[in-house]
């Protein structure tokens, strides 16, 4: 176990939970998930870096913004300068929270260092957005718990919710604590955001990571991010899905400690 700290980042209205010492680590969570998931790899990250995990707009009492990449970005910038991370901080972001760290390295390039994109996409083709929609007008009619299972069971392949029964319930029960509100504003914001033809001017180094069966951001929107990225490696966890670090925390290690330890 690790010592963490809940605090406020600044007047941006977002929290985050921080521990551990040395250079400054971000940790910017899924919409699919909260900053839980990368509770099995905290205490190693803990040991080499002081960890900040973001709470993204409408997670464990977070502010809801207005949907657009661009607006998360700045608002998460905002945050992380007030809460006191240095520059050149390195981001080490999961699903929805890679498509804002990819936002954050082209907006604001001088704020941060290394990227570590773990199943994360730059913009979706019509039929994933097309999803996002679908779920948006879910929540808005019915209610989060509308797709709440559905939305979990993304985040999983069979072969894991197999063996892990209650993975499902766990999922569903962090994002039915998640404001509904925020929820449409992030599908809305996935739904809209292409910054595939930008990538190029991402010079941070980068590395990303995808579970093989990711069924919410498949493999090939991950390579994508990095064969654009100038000089950015990709690596495949074999048999993982959309969360590696929750999935497979010691695969996700071995993926990466290399890249941060450099």
């Not at 199943?119 to 779920?135: C, I, K, S």
Request: hydrophobic share 45%; net charge negative.
């Amino acid at each position: 176990m690790v010592d963490v700290r809940q605090i406020e980042l600044g007047a941006s209205g977002l929290t985050a939970a921080r521990t551990g010492s040395g250079p400054d680590l971000v940790v910017i969570h899924s919409l699919l998930a909260d900053r839980t998931a990368f509770d099995a790899v905290l205490p190693w990250l803990a040991e080499r870096f002081t960890v900040t995990l973001v709470n993204l707009p409408g997670f464990h009492g977070s502010r809801v913004i207005e949907p657009g990449i661009e607006r998360y970005a700045d608002h998460v910038t905002q945050g992380l300068r007030e809460g006191g991370v240095r520059e050149g901080a390195t981001v080490l972001a999961n699903g929805f929270g890679g498509t804002v760290a990819l936002a954050l390295a082209l907006r604001h390039p001088a704020a941060f260092g290394k990227l570590l994109l773990s199943d994360a996409a730059a913009g979706f083709p019509p039929a994933g957005a097309d999803a996002f929609r679908v779920m948006a007008e879910k929540v808005t009619a019915e209610g989060i718990g509308s797709v709440a299972t559905i939305s979990a069971n993304r985040v999983f392949h069979p072969a894991y919710l197999a063996a892990h029964p209650g993975a499902v319930d766990e999922r569903r029960s962090v994002l039915m604590a998640m404001d509904p509100a925020a929820f449409v504003a992030a599908c809305q914001t996935l739904m809209r955001t292409n910054l595939v033809s930008e990538l190029w001017r991402i010079q941070a180094p980068t590395l990303v990571v995808c579970g093989e069966l990711d069924a919410a951001t498949p493999p090939a929107l991950c390579r994508q991010v990095a064969q654009n990225i100038p000089g950015a490696e990709y690596r495949e966890l074999p048999g993982c899905g959309h969360c590696p670090p929750l999935e497979q925390p010691d695969a996700f290690i071995a993926a990466v400690e290399g890249f941060l330890a450099r």
